[in-house]
């Protein structure tokens, strides 16, 4: 990752990554996103926009709300898209009920549709302070990793596998590293994020997370399945037997029991892999997103309908169109998703069909991974302070 | 240095199509200061005592005793003055052919003490010559930074016209605030409180003569810790909305609707006052176009200000959601000062009902007023209000009135309908 000094555009003044304020005059400091693909690696610091209201063109005042017609002023952190490539995109938003974006989004694409994508997006823990900065420099710092190397393995689909996790850890570490540079001194509740990132290459998917955000694969026909087994009280109980639904309406089902940060109990990611057979979507996203259509089938009825409701419509417009969703179920939380869309497959080569006995043989993540032991002390609840939301 | 806070109440989520919102804004002042100290003026009071026949020889004594009480509280170099009122309006003090106001130092209170000791009672009741005899002693000194006067009463306008006490009322309107108090049982309720409401007051009931010392010495000591001699609250709403209403509801219920004035389209203020150390809480609803499910909105910026600075804000906001359990909830704040405003009219109009005999309108005012009392925990009012009805059942309001009702008890509850109880934060 790039080092970039950074200063305060008021007065020149130093000023660090996840500063609010400049030290120095007083001045806001924003994190500015990116508009379209973005390349460069750090956030950017900005002066927050006072430019018109987007509702009526009217001056938007210190308190971030138009003068005249009172509409919020949204900011670039708030929500923002990223396409860098036609066939992959995602959208990341502010949701209704919180007071800002602490989800964040970062995407690579190579131009040819169906040939390698790299989707990131992490989740800030409410309840912990600056996370909304945090998150965004972990899901950057991590697609960067995953975007500048192209793990071929031994030239077997099992090397390629390996070779891609091993990628994948990497970039994890590089984003828990992000995460803490954020941290400040002795802070009460040190910045943390989830993690989740997809890496497409061609017909493979290698998926590693860390928390509950998660990812799905969403065939045009046949099957689809999530990926993933959030890290979280609410996945222990469906191990344990309790229905999903259940679970996941339950008191504590929103806590996590691993995350990226300086207080992270580890920050390994949990991975699996998937021969992906198009034509269809893999589909990233935040809680935001899936707690209003966690299981499988819902998530695929859900994508299919957006589908069909928007005709000829790119990744772009249906990422948007699944946030526009949540937003409607109440938009209680943040809400990020992110789209790929894999092509019709080409036949399969010989020595991916093997791949089914080996890393596909972990494809039922729950086979292959150990028992979680409920960590009632590590847990953290995501939420803002005063509790009466889940994240 | 005075500061200011601002804290909201409010369930911000809408119904889709939902179009009214309601919040309640708590303004906090610190750090007041003393009257006339803060650098931004001196500061002025008058002492309004009436002496007319009716006040008799222990209600006079009683008077003279308070108005001195009164100022031994004012500090030394407030400006200051007494007025006897009956038919007419005297300068007790200073001593003048003109309207005049004097600096409070060791003599002019020893000077002052002296010339109430002489008050005696004689004559008739026109309150608006005392007025406006009162808004001309203000008007004797220019650039007074804040301006208050107590009023004490004993009996009806019976001197003057209706139409000669409003207008005495409008001229005074805005020059000047002023506390007052009824003594005894002979006084209109509704008359005083008039002025008191108009002129940004406290109005109330001082039963016995022997309490109006200690009331006059806890108002003037009030008085005196006000260092902020005015400020307004500023209610923006967004363009093509419409504020339904601005009402104070703490600590006591005013409606401040119609005294809007026009700080630009957007935005009304509506004058508060003088400020010391106190808290108060305020009502505002909005009604505005309603938008789509998943939109944000703000419905309104309450601000107080200074003259032109605003020194506090709170935001008001609307969101649109399609989930009912965010959208049915009602701010407990909201609920509370809801009903304590509906109690207090629902006391006023019982009162009323009862004072012009009909019995039937009293007594579903004066049951609706039981229930809402119980339902809001105002347990003060349940007291007084027990003192008027015989309550069969609080929780459907169910009363009957009683006979032989001592008219202090109905004036008590009159004169405190307007007090809230605090919601439990």
Known sequence: MTTVALTCPSCSGPVSAGDRYCEACGAELACEAPSGPASAASPVLTTAPRAGCRECGGEVAQDGYCTQCGARAVSARDHFSEEPAPWVAGVCDRGIRHQRNEDALALDAEPEPGSRAVMVVCDGVSSSQDCDVASLAAARTARDVLAGSTPRGAGTVAGQVAATVGVLEEAVTAANEAVIATTPAGAPNPPACTFVGAVLDESLLVVGWVGDSRAYWVPDEGEPRLLTIDDSYAAEQVALGVPRAEAEAGPQAHAITRWLGIDAPDHVPRTTSVEVLGPGWVLVCSDGLWNYCSEPGDVASLVHDTVWASTGAGPLELASALVDWANHQGGRDNITVALARAPAAPPPREERAAVEGTAAGALDPTTALPTLEPRQAAYREEGPPDGDVLS | ?425
């Open chain 2, 1 to 425: 240095m005075a500061t200011f806070s601002a804290e909201v109440y409010q369930n911000e989520f809408l119904p889709d199509g939902g179009t009214d919102v309601h919040a309640i804004v708590t303004i906090t002042c610190s750090g007041a200061g003393e009257a006339g100290r803060s650098g931004a003026g001196d500061a002025a009071e008058v002492v309004i005592v009436d002496t007319s026949g009716s006040m008799g020889r222990e209600k006079i004594r009683a008077a003279q005793l308070a108005a001195a009480a009164a100022l031994d509280q004012v500090l030394d170099g407030v400006w200051f003055a007494v007025i006897a009122g009956s038919h007419q309006a005297r300068l007790a003090f200073p001593e003048a052919a003109q309207p005049r106001l004097v600096r409070m130092d060791s003599y002019t209170r020893s000077q002052a003490q002296a010339a109430v000791a002489g008050l005696r009672a004689d004559g008739g009741t026109a309150m608006g010559t005392w007025l406006t005899l009162a808004t001309r002693v203000f008007a004797s000194v220019p650039g007074l930074a804040q301006k208050h006067a107590i009023l004490l009463t004993d009996g009806i306008n019976q001197h003057e016209s209706p139409e000669d006490l409003s207008a005495a009322i409008e001229s005074a309107r805005g020059q000047f605030q002023c506390d007052c108090r009824g003594v005894g049982s002979d006084w209109q309720v509704a008359e005083v409180r008039r002025i008191a409401t108009t002129l940004l007051g406290t109005v109330d009931l001082i039963a016995r003569p022997e309490e109006m010392s200690a009331d006059f010495e806890r108002i003037m000591r009030q008085s005196m810790g006000r260092g902020v001699a005015e400020a307004a609250l500023r209610v923006w709403a967004p363009q093509g909305a419409q504020v339904l209403f601005v009402r104070q509801v703490s600590p006591t219920v005013e409606d401040l609707t119609t005294r809007r004035q026009e700080v630009n389209p957007l935005t009304g203020a509506y004058p508060t006052g003088s400020w010391g150390d106190e808290s108060r809480d305020y009502h505002v609803a909005v009604r505005l176009s309603a938008k789509g499910v998943g939109q944000e909105q703000l419905a309104s910026r309450v601000q107080l200000a200074v003259g032109d600075e605003v020194v506090a804000q709170g935001l008001v906001k609307a969101l649109w959601s399609n989930d009912d359990t965010l959208t049915t909830r009602i701010d407990p704040a909201v609920a509370h000062y809801t009903g304590q405003a509906e109690l207090a009219e629902a006391i006023q109009d019982g009162l009323a009902a009862k004072a012009s005999g009909d019995a039937d309108v009293a007594t579903a005012k004066l049951g609706r007023a039981v229930q809402l009392a119980a339902a809001t925990g105002n347990d003060e009012a349940t007291a007084r209000l027990r003192k008027i009805v015989e309550i069969d059942d609080a929780g459907t309001g169910t009363v009957r009135l009683r006979r032989g009702v001592n008219k202090l008890d109905e004036m008590a509850l009159d004169t405190a309908s307007t007090k809230t109880t605090r919601v439990k934060k």
